[in-house]
């Protein structure tokens, strides 16, 4: 009874000083609210002098909790870009704290949904975020309907804020503007971008059958070299645009785990069966393309190291994808590739 007593007081004693002291927990609670809010993130990366690569989305059409679809970044002296634009990618990116404001360039790999469906999120969020630049988007034959597109679903909105911002950004650059590419040649790259500083981007056609045009990025920054695959099956030509890459970020669709996945999901009830998501998962392999293979592309390459991303099928969170998927996900790449390798999870940010 004693210590009931003692517990009872010790427990009633903690729960008046909690309220007590409530009002300066509040506030540090808002303080540090207003920190994340309000405070410039990752400022420091725009003018260090590296090249900062960040996974901002790494995922598939498939849906899944706290994973953004396909999109990748990169911050040099003062300039942001990124590569694709999948569904969710522009919230992810302000929880990363990437400095949205200096975002200048999007460049689409193709059409396909999980690839251009923030693109009028990723305007705006930039656009209130204190961009006062244009903001090209860079695409194959087709990207001028899609900005089009967006341009009208954001008109109503931009002139909204531009009328309830004391300091109105010019409502110009709510809009993006398109930038199309010829598709290049078959067995060549072709030079889409380069800015003063030096920064070379240029795009190559992969095999993305029946979706076509398909490009691949190839970035070439500070004597660096980021190589940037879209979608594509196994494409020997891979070889000759990441040739020395220091980065090859490449779609990785593991076929063994998904025969698994499927197998079960066929012998599930009829009346459980999402039959829509199982016929088109059934038509997926033929044109993505498999971590072993990446390994092989990139060994033949002379890749550093290998970044697998659009992560098919979605891999589960804790210690089960540590210990065990992961390990099945990459299985047999150490045999054939002598550098390092990771599987990209969202914000993933590497420094060269």
Not at 61 to 78: F, K, L
Not at 118 to 131: L, M, N, P
Not at 284 to 301: C, G, S, W
């Amino acid at each position: 009874m004693k210590v009931l007593k003692y517990t009872l007081i010790t427990t009633g004693l903690l729960l008046v000083g909690l309220w007590a002291g409530k009002n300066k927990l509040t506030d540090t609670i808002i303080r540090q609210i207003a920190e994340r809010n309000f405070s410039i993130h990752r400022h420091d990366w725009l003018s260090d002098g590296k090249v900062h690569v960040v996974m901002i989305g790494t995922g598939s059409p498939a849906a899944e909790a706290n994973v953004a679809q396909s999109c990748m970044g990169i911050i040099y002296d003062h300039s942001f870009i990124i590569f694709d634009a999948g569904g969710g990618s522009a919230r992810k990116a302000e929880v990363i704290g990437l400095p949205a404001s200096k975002l200048n360039r999007i460049f689409i790999s193709h059409f396909h949904s999980d690839h251009i469906l923030d693109i009028d999120a990723w305007q705006d969020v930039s656009w209130r975020g204190g961009r006062r630049d244009s903001l090209y988007i860079h695409g194959t034959p087709g990207i001028s309907t899609i900005v089009a597109g967006f341009n009208q679903v954001l008109k109503a909105d931009a002139a909204y804020r531009a009328k309830n911002i004391t300091s109105s950004p010019d409502m110009a650059f709510a809009f993006g503007t398109a930038r199309p590419f010829e598709v290049p040649s078959a067995d060549s790259m072709q030079l889409v971008y380069e800015d003063p500083n030096g920064m070379r981007v240029f795009a190559f056609e992969v095999s993305h059958q029946p979706v076509d045009p398909a490009v691949g990025y190839r970035i070439e920054v500070n004597g660096k070299v980021i190589v940037y695959s879209g979608d594509t099956k196994k494409d020997l030509r891979m070889v000759k645009y990441a040739r020395n890459a220091d980065l090859l970020i490449h779609e990785a669709y593991n076929r063994n785990i998904m025969i698994k996945g499927l197998a079960y999901g066929e012998k599930l009830p009829p009346a459980q069966q999402d039959q829509a998501v199982l016929d088109q998962a059934r038509q997926t392999p033929h044109y993505h393309t498999d971590p072993k293979e990446v390994a092989e592309i990139a060994q033949a390459a002379g890749v550093k190291q290998i970044v697998f991303t659009h992560v098919i099928p979605p891999l589960p969170s804790g210690i089960a994808r540590k210990l065990l998927i992961e390990p099945m996900f990459t299985e047999g790449i150490r045999d054939l590739f002598g550098g390092k390798f990771v599987i990209a999870r969202d914000g993933l940010h590497i420094a060269l």
